[in-house]
Nanobody, 117 residues
Framework: QVQLVESGGGLVQTGGSLTLSCAAS????????MGWFRQAPEKERDFVAG????????YYADSVKGRFTISRDNAKNQVYLQMNSLKPEDTAVYYC??????????WGQGTQVTVSS
C-alpha cells in the first residue's frame, strides 16, 4: 500500500522559510513523478511544484517560482519543498503526491503551513 507522509509544516512570519518533507513507501519511489499541491481555506487544491522521477526536471506554479524549490532523494524515498520568502497568501495545507505524467494517483494527508503578516 502506497503511503505518503508529510512533515515540516508550521507557523512562520512573512519573509521566513520552511522546508517540507514527504516520506514515501509502498511503491518504487524512483519510478514515479512527485509533486506538491496546496489548498487554502474555501479554495481548490492547486499545483505548487513537481519533479520527474530522476529529479532532472522540475515544474513550478508561477506564484512560487523563484521562492520555492522542489527536490528529491531517491535513496531515502523522500521529496522536499524548500519554501523561502514566504507570504501570507502561501498559507494552506500542503499535500505531497505521487504519480506519472498522466496524473497523480496517491496523496498524503497534508501539513499545515501558516504565514503570519
Amino acid at each position: 500500500q502506497v503511503q505518503l507522509v508529510e512533515s515540516g509544516g508550521g507557523l512562520v512570519q512573512t519573509g521566513g522559510s520552511l522546508t517540507l518533507s514527504c516520506a514515501a513507501s509502498g511503491r518504487t519511489f524512483s519510478s514515479f513523478r512527485m509533486g506538491w499541491f496546496r489548498q487554502a481555506p474555501e479554495k481548490e487544491r492547486d499545483f505548487v511544484a513537481g519533479i520527474t522521477s530522476t529529479g532532472r526536471t522540475t515544474y513550478y506554479a508561477d506564484s512560487v517560482k523563484g521562492r520555492f524549490t522542489i527536490s528529491r532523494d531517491n535513496a531515502k524515498n523522500q521529496v522536499y519543498l524548500q519554501m523561502n520568502s514566504l507570504k501570507p497568501e502561501d498559507t494552506a495545507v500542503y499535500y505531497c503526491a505521487s504519480g506519472t505524467s498522466r496524473g497523480y494517483d496517491y496523496w498524503g494527508q497534508g501539513t499545515q503551513v501558516t504565514v503570519s503578516s
